[in-house]
C-alpha cells in the first residue's frame, strides 16, 4: 500500500523566538499520535549547554556523518555545525509528518530535499526575543547583538509559510502551533 508522503514542518525563526519551546510544548501533546515525529538535531554542541534536546557529535563525527551522506539536511549556524539525520526520508515516506527547527538558510535546501514542506515562521518583538536571549544564559551579550542583527533568507519568499507570533504563553504559542500541523493533517486527509 502506498502512502502519501508526510510533510516535514520546517520552524524557522531568530534565536530567541521560542521554537524550541513550543517543538517541546507540541510534542508532549502528541506524544500519543503516531502521525508527528518531532526530529532530533545533531549538534556540535554539548549536551549540558541546556535548551533543546539535541543529539551532541564533535566535529570530526559530524564530518564523517555528512561524508556519509547521514544528513538529508546540514548547515552551520553561529560555529557550530547542526543536522537532520537522512533517516527523516523515511519516516516522511511512510506517510508520518516530521517536525524539526531549521536555519531559514536551509529553506530552499529543504524545499529541494522534500516532497511536503510546510515552514513554520516563529517570530517575537525585539524586546522579547532580546529577553529570552539574556535569561537562556548561553550567550555573551556581544554574541546576542550578533544573533539579533543575522542576516537571513527572507521567509516570505518561499510558498506554504504559517505565521507564529509567539508573544504570549507556552500554552498561546503550542495551540497556534498545533493548530498549523493538524490543519495540514486535516488538508491531506490523513487519519490522526
Known amino acids: 500500500m502506498s502512502h502519501e508522503p508526510g510533510t516535514f514542518f520546517a520552524v524557522v525563526g531568530p534565536s530567541g523566538a521560542g521554537k524550541d519551546t513550543l517543538i517541546a510544548a507540541a510534542a508532549a501533546r502528541l506524544e500519543d499520535n503516531r502521525r508527528f515525529r518531532f526530529v532530533r538535531r545533531y549538534i556540535t554542541r554539548p549536551g549540558s549547554a541546556g535548551g533543546e534536546d539535541h543529539l551532541e557529535v564533535t566535529e570530526a563525527e559530524f564530518i564523517t556523518l555528512l561524508r556519509r551522506n547521514g544528513f538529508a539536511l546540514s548547515w552551520k549556524s553561529h560555529g557550530l555545525c547542526y543536522g537532520i539525520a537522512s533517516e527523516v526520508q523515511d519516516v516522511l515516506s511512510s506517510g508520518q509528518h516530521a517536525i524539526a527547527n531549521i536555519s ?7 524545499i529541494d530535499t522534500f516532497a511536503n514542506v510546510r515552514i513554520v515562521h516563529v517570530t517575537a518583538s525585539p524586546a522579547i526575543i532580546a529577553r529570552r536571549l539574556q535569561l537562556r544564559g548561553r ?5 546576542i547583538a550578533r544573533r539579533m542583527h543575522r542576516q537571513t533568507a527572507d521567509v516570505h519568499a518561499f510558498p506554504n509559510v504559517s505565521e507564529i507570533d509567539n508573544y504570549g504563553t507556552v500554552d498561546e504559542g503550542a495551540t497556534r502551533f498545533l493548530a498549523i500541523l493538524t490543519a495540514r493533517q486535516l488538508e491531506t486527509g490523513a487519519p490522526a
Open 104 to 110: 531559514r538558510n536551509v529553506i530552499a535546501q529543504a
Open 139 to 143: 550567550e555573551q551579550q556581544d554574541d
